[in-house]
């Protein structure tokens, strides 16, 4: 009996702790459609601007990913898996398709080092506001 009650305890604690998530209609956690919602911070704007000339035709609005490029905006490209040197990289250089099924990123032309600094700085933003990291 005293077994029972405590099962069923631990089953209405489980219940009570994950239900408000669903009911009160919060964004979860990891969601990638709220961060547009957020406004872009003073700072990073000029990096924003920069990511819509040079990358969001592949790589989307928001880092969300097109037809053309996969999303940045995902746990691949986190800072531990893939580092600012590998933005500072596949800008410079291109990148030899790897991961998807898009093709070959082209190297980005219109872009130096210190704008890409900004991409990255931009970039890392909206994948931590997306719980990417
Ligand atoms: C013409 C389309 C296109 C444009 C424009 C583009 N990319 Fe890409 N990018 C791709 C594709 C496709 C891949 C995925 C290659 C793969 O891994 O399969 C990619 C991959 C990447 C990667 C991952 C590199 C790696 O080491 O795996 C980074 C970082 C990246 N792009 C950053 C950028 C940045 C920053 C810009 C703008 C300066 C940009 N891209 C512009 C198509 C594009």
């Keep these: 009996m005293k077994m029972l009650q405590f099962v069923g305890m631990g089953f209405l604690l489980f219940s009570v702790g994950v239900s408000p998530a669903c009911s009160q209609g919060e964004p979860p956690a990891t969601p990638v459609s709220s961060q547009s919602s957020a406004a ?3 700072d990073l704007q000029p ?3 920069k990511f819509t000339a040079n990358c969001s035709a592949c790589h989307g609005a928001g ?3 097109t037809k ?3 999303p940045l905006v995902h746990k691949i490209y986190e800072p531990n898996h893939h580092g600012d040197a590998a ?3 596949a800008a410079a250089n291109g990148v030899k398709a790897h991961h998807w099924e898009f093709g070959n990123m082209p190297k980005i032309d219109g872009v130096t ?4 600094d900004q ?3 931009y970039v890392r933003w909206l994948q931590h506001q997306a719980g990417v990291f």
């Design 87 to 89: 933005f500072q990289r």
């Design 68 to 70: 053309q490029g996969p």
């Design 113 to 116: 080092p210190e704008d890409v």
């Design 40 to 42: 872009v911070p003073a």
């Design 47 to 49: 990096g924003e601007a």
């Design 63 to 65: 880092g969300l990913g």
């Design 119 to 121: 991409i990255i700085k």
